[in-house]
């Protein structure tokens, strides 16, 4: 299969690479990706600024930002079939313990692993693999717009913190303190 892939940390390494078509495990799908968001993180990756390949591997598959159609299914995968459409969330825990939904808050230093960025290959390929309990279902008439959902969930969390930050320091003003 073809793979947009970089060797992190080496600038301008940026390549169209036949790769290894992925093979669901137990508990995970094979994806076809329908769209694959760039942005700034992307950018940086390319200019050897960071990201890790998985380990044991030279290279790293681009693309956090993803719709895709579910093409297999691994063992034991009961949340979605063959043919739905979902969007891959970025982060996966290694050693932080957060719920799923806060998963964004791990802390770096080996915490968490991301795809296309740190550890795990993306989606900017023909096929790719992930668990599937990190998809969320979308609509096929959202197809258009939901390679968005990841940016658009950063800008979601920063705004739950901040009212959760706020809420916090009001309710300490309001009881004396500061």
């Known amino acids: 299969m ?3 892939t970089v060797i992190p940390l080496v600038k ?3 390549a169209l690479r036949d790769m290894p078509k992925p093979l ?29 390949p998985p380990p044991g591997e030279e290279y790293l598959i681009l693309g ?3 719709v895709a159609e579910v093409v297999e299914l691994g063992d034991g995968v ?5 043919g739905d459409v979902v969007v891959p969330t970025v982060r996966r825990p290694t050693t ?22 740190w550890y795990l290959h993306g989606f900017a390929a023909e096929f790719a693999v992930t668990d599937s309990q990190y998809l ?9 717009v939901a390679v ?19 809420k916090a320091r009001f309710e300490s003003w309001s009881q004396g303190g500061f």
């Open 2 to 4: 073809k793979a947009v």
């Open 12 to 14: 301008d390494s940026l």
């Open 24 to 52: 669901p495990k137990r508990g995970q799908v094979l994806l076809s990706p329908i769209e694959v968001g760039v942005c700034g993180t992307d950018k940086d990756i390319i200019e050897g600024k960071y990201g890790a």
């Open 64 to 66: 956090h930002e993803a």
């Open 78 to 82: 009961d949340n979605v079939g063959v």
């Open 96 to 117: 932080c313990t957060l719920p799923i939904n806060e998963l964004d808050y791990c802390p770096r230093g080996g915490t968490y692993a991301e795809h296309g960025i």
């Open 136 to 144: 969320v279902r979308v609509p096929k008439e959202a197809v258009d």
């Open 148 to 166: 968005l959902t990841e940016p658009l969930s950063i800008v979601e969390k920063g705004i739950d913190l901040a009212l959760r930050l706020g």
